[in-house]
């Protein structure tokens, strides 16, 4: 069985269309996943230097994370991303890595997120870390 969502942007706060302010779930198991970064599964590099290549990377992560739980990205209640070095001028790059990770697992990237602008991560070549909450039955 799967979680059931409602999506929500409430009247009195801004109305994004890349993001919801809310999301409201039920399910009975909380998944709180450890950031995601662009590597693949044997730990190997992936978009060195590219920051749409690192995005679409985490977020297929998280998808592979919550698909060996019996979920999917479907699941995400909620996500973190931290970006090294922020500037608004990264929102398309940000966007193209998005766009093409929801296109290959087939899902509706769109989940309330804080982005964080940072100074590095947890390696030098990391441009971005994504975490993720969900809830699945």
Do not use: C, H
Not at 109 to 122: D, E, R, S, W, Y
């Amino acid at each position: 069985m799967r979680s059931a969502w409602s999506w929500v942007n409430p009247d009195g706060l801004p109305k994004p269309e890349v993001y919801r302010q809310l999301s409201i779930a039920t399910g009975s198991r909380l998944v709180f996943l450890a950031g995601q970064v662009a590597r693949d599964a044997a730990g190997n590099p992936i978009g060195e230097g590219d920051l749409a290549a690192q995005v679409e990377q985490a977020y297929l992560n998280i998808g592979t994370a919550m698909a060996g739980i019996g979920g999917s990205f479907d699941d995400v209640a909620k996500l973190t991303i931290y970006v090294v070095d922020w500037s608004p001028d990264k929102m398309p790059l940000l966007g193209e890595g998005v766009t093409r990770a929801a296109a290959k697992l087939g899902v509706d990237p769109v989940k309330p997120i804080t982005l964080l602008g940072v100074a590095a991560l947890g390696e030098p070549d990391l441009l971005v870390e994504v975490e993720a909450t969900a809830i699945i039955d």
